[in-house]
């Protein structure tokens, strides 16, 4: 076995002493060493790039017939059965806990905390499936019918007196912690079903996203502006989901029970599934490239390896690359060499002693190098998204116990509490329709860019919009908390004042709205569009990461608040109090605002420093 094309770099003349530095500032990207033999970890051989292939892995002979936005509908559909599952649960799980599993408070809001943040940060494992493995449809397509099996599970659950407590039971009992608590089996089967949920989630929400981004033709003059309307257009089908969850299943619960309301969650997942698979013959996909985790241990372990070898040894060949314009990664074309982490560029040294037939966890392809720079890269921008997503948990319970001290009455027809999460979802709606007649035309006189608004500008404009909204939720809820003290309500913090309207939190809630259209939107684009292409479901698995950390956050935080400001044995209540008319719920809103302040700098400098792979593969040529 031959090696071909394998040239040399001359060694250049440099001043004794500053050898090593010269030569590494070189850029190295130049040299490739072509072999026409490579010896491939997941023996699949080569890949024509980012083609995309049918069903079965053949090429697709006439793209018009397959993907577009007819293929991308049947993928909105799903995700807005999922996000309609999640929300419902979300929204109704705590308070099913409370009223019929008879679990306290805290326990119940931090369980469902927890398995919302386990639901969203186990999308890696999902992400790594799609990617090395399964592709992402047959990943949705197994992981949709995981998720209907834990709904239909809850929902038996739910329907089932075996499976509840003794509900005789009156509110004052209910209060005072005086019901008949679940049986630990109980309380088992529940978090089994619930956690087989989360599970299903898991494979779902980091490849939906991506496999409809699929559906575009890269290749097209207008990929571009495909792809920034599809992302608008599938948050926009989350949004639709949770107002679906916030309206229509709450009232399901208040006039036909818990059964119904969680079996109305099923039959939506249920009828998203077929609909899922019924356009299955108009569906693009890319193949899976192999184990992605193997990828980057053998690049980590390679360079570790060849840590001590000097780019200016005698021994050195060049950088190693398989020839042709495919990559050794199957799924992916070839990436161009970078000057970032040169450290890990020792991975690709390609030396004299690594002969003909080079092991892989020796010698890695520039391409492979490359992919785990670029993962690297990406971790800073969802991270800065961690506080975002961990204001939206707190505010669906802080701004809950606001609202149940408040009148919700809209004219004749009273609100239920449960269903005010759905006013910021109106205003997402509100704001994504009005995004291409509106913000862009606007913007891009401001910007001179074409879409208004680059992937870090929208996020910085998100993280920047939720600085705003939870400064004003301290406010108001400063003004909130006197106005019970002045108007005698301070003991009694189950009762709404009649006269403090509950739509004064639709300000907060609107601004969060319009953080959230910016922050995640642009992240869900900026992650697909910078991910190596054999890793696109990991990359857009980082956006749901960044959720389930807020969400373990959110939790962590109250813990530590409680615990500081407040003491129990000494009869001193926290910040958190369970009391909100004797507690300081508008410091806390301030720490959270303090908090974004300094998130938001740190993400300014990281997103300053940032280079677009275009920008870098442009400054190449």
């Given at each position: ?21 010269s ?91 927890n ?14 499936i ?21 709904l ?33 089996w ?25 496999f ?56 939506g ?69 970078t ?55 707190e ?9 149940y ?14 269903c ?42 998100g993280l ?139 993400f ?18």
């Amino acid at each position: 076995m031959a090696i071909s094309e394998i040239k040399s770099p001359e060694t250049p003349t440099v001043v004794e002493g500053n050898s090593n530095n010269s030569l590494h500032r070189k850029k190295l990207g130049i040299y490739f060493v072509e072999s026409d033999n490579r010896r491939m970890a997941f023996g699949r051989g080569y890949t024509g790039g980012t083609t995309p292939v049918n069903l079965h892995g053949k090429p697709i002979s006439d793209l018009s017939k397959t993907g577009g936005w007819l293929a991308a509908l049947f993928i909105f559909g799903n995700e807005m059965a999922e996000r309609m599952a999640y929300f419902g649960l979300s929204v109704n799980m705590v308070a099913f806990m409370i009223y019929i599993m008879h679990k306290p408070f805290a326990s119940s809001s931090n369980a469902v905390n927890n398995f919302l943040g386990i639901s969203q940060a186990s999308s890696v494992l999902g992400g790594f499936i799609a990617d090395a493995y399964l592709g992402r449809y047959w990943t949705i397509a197994i992981f949709t019918m995981i998720y209907l099996g834990g709904l239909i599970g809850i929902t038996v659950g739910a329907s089932m007196k075996i499976f509840m407590p003794n509900q005789d039971c009156d509110q004052l009992s209910l209060l005072l912690g005086h019901c008949e608590q679940a049986k630990p089996w109980q309380m088992l089967y529940l978090y089994t079903v619930l956690y087989i949920t989360g599970f299903g989630a898991a494979g779902i929400r980091p490849c939906v996203s991506s496999f409809g981004a699929d559906q575009f033709d890269e290749r097209s003059r207008d990929y571009k502006s495909h792809l920034d309307r599809f992302f608008n257009f599938f948050y926009l089908s989350v949004t639709i989901g949770a107002i679906v969850a916030f309206s229509l299943v709450v009232y399901i619960q208040m006039e036909h029970g818990w059964g119904l309301a969680f079996g109305s969650l099923a039959v939506g997942m249920g009828l998203s599934n077929m609909l899922f698979f019924v356009g299955t013959p108009l569906y693009r996909h890319r193949l899976p490239g192999g184990s992605p985790l193997t990828r980057v241990a053998q690049v980590l372990v390679a360079a570790y390896r060849k840590r001590k070898h000097p780019f200016s040894s005698s021994e050195y060949i060049g950088l190693y690359e398989v020839p042709g314009k495919h990559s050794a990664v199957k799924g992916s074309g070839k990436i161009a060499h970078t000057d970032d982490f040169s450290w890990l560029d020792k991975a690709a040294l390609q030396l004299k002693e690594d002969g003909p037939d080079p092991d892989p966890w020796r010698l890695c392809t520039v391409t492979q190098v490359e992919e785990v720079k670029i993962l690297i890269k990406l971790i800073p921008i969802p991270a800065y998204t961690i506080l975002l997503n961990l204001i939206l948990t707190e505010y669906l319970t802080l701004s809950i116990q606001q609202a149940y001290t408040m009148n919700t009455h809209m004219g004749h027809l009273k609100l239920p509490v449960t269903c005010i999460p759905v006013f910021p979802c109106l205003s997402i709606f509100l704001i994504l329709s009005l995004y291409y007649s509106t913000f862009v035309p606007i913007s891009r006189r401001i910007t001179g860019h074409p879409r208004g608004a680059s992937q870090l500008q929208r996020i910085g404009i998100g993280l920047a919009m939720s600085i705003v909204s939870v400064t004003w939720a301290g406010l108001f809820e400063r003004y909130r908390r006197n106005y019970a003290i002045e108007h005698g309500f301070l003991v009694g913090f189950l009762s709404s004042m009649p006269n403090l309207s509950v739509f004064w939190l639709l300000i907060q809630y609107c601004l969060i709205g319009i953080a959230e259209v910016f922050c995640i939107v642009g992240l869900l684009e900026f992650l697909y569009e910078e991910a190596p292409d054999a890793m696109k479901s990991i990359g857009s698995s980082y956006a749901a990461l960044a959720g389930g950390l807020g969400c373990f956050c959110a939790t962590i935080l109250n813990n530590i608040v409680k615990s500081a400001t407040g003491n129990e044995k000494a009869g001193e209540q926290s910040w958190l109090s369970q009391n909100i008319n004797t507690g300081k719920f508008d410091n806390f809103y301030w720490l959270l605002a303090g908090l974004s302040v300094i998130n938001f700098c740190g993400f300014l400098y990281s997103a300053n420093r940032y280079k677009y792979r275009v920008d870098q593969m442009i400054a190449e040529k």
